[in-house]
């Protein structure tokens, strides 16, 4: 199942922290409906912290920057802290290129080339 | 040093529709991998493809459907081929759009960053421009030669 037939998204809430899990390819195709969704749930809990967890993100081109930096800016804007966590090797690489990090915090539960990690990419 | 010979070609056409984005990636990694690639360099053409689709379908194309044309290209030396074709609104001034963070769309979380993907993931990139009658992204990347086997 892709991120684009999901109709719920997946997060967990714990305390006053929220982490949304990504799925599938973040594309400008399934960007918009992945950041509606996101918006949505972020207005409706209202978190003190928000994780995006892109360790089931297969695929991530600009547009993905895109709604990540977006996604910063609005919590910026909300009060909101903001984290992004466990993104693979590839989605990295497209972090930073564009300095993502001096902005976000990225975390890594994985360190590269550990067995989870290489679980996370793509078969 | 002797000229370079096309081992495959292809190309292919489909609508300017953001589903297809997708699709355009896809094929240009199958297409890549008759010449066994690394899983770095797949990942490279995959990205560098989608941007450059994406700008056609974005920008190129912006509320309208048009045709968008992908070819593809592998020579003898190991040198893929990626060409995105469209009949859109062109680009006024190309220096501009290919620099860093520029972007004509940032309501909708353009992050700017397309071809600087591109030239940072392919060894070449060309961008040929006429307003009003549409765009060619070339893009060339040298695949790593494969270690010899005894």
Redesign the interface.
Known sequence: MNAEQQDVIRSITSGKSLTIFLEG?I???S?RRI?SRIDTKVFIQRPDELILDLSRVC?M???G???I??RYAKAVELGIAFKVANPNR?VRR?LD??GTERLIKIESAYPPGTRQEVLC?KP | MPKAVTVNRMRCTFPSCSSNEALARSVAASFSAQMNPTCEEVSDIKCAVSEAVTNAIVHGYRDSIGEITLLLKLEDDRTFTAEVRDKGCGIADVEEAMRPLFTTDPEHERSGMGFTIIENFMDSLRVVSSPGKGTRVVMKKKLSMLPIMK
């Open positions: 390819d594309d400008h195709h960007a950041r695929f081109d600009s547009s920057l895109g709604l930096l977006g590839d497209i290129l564009a990419r």
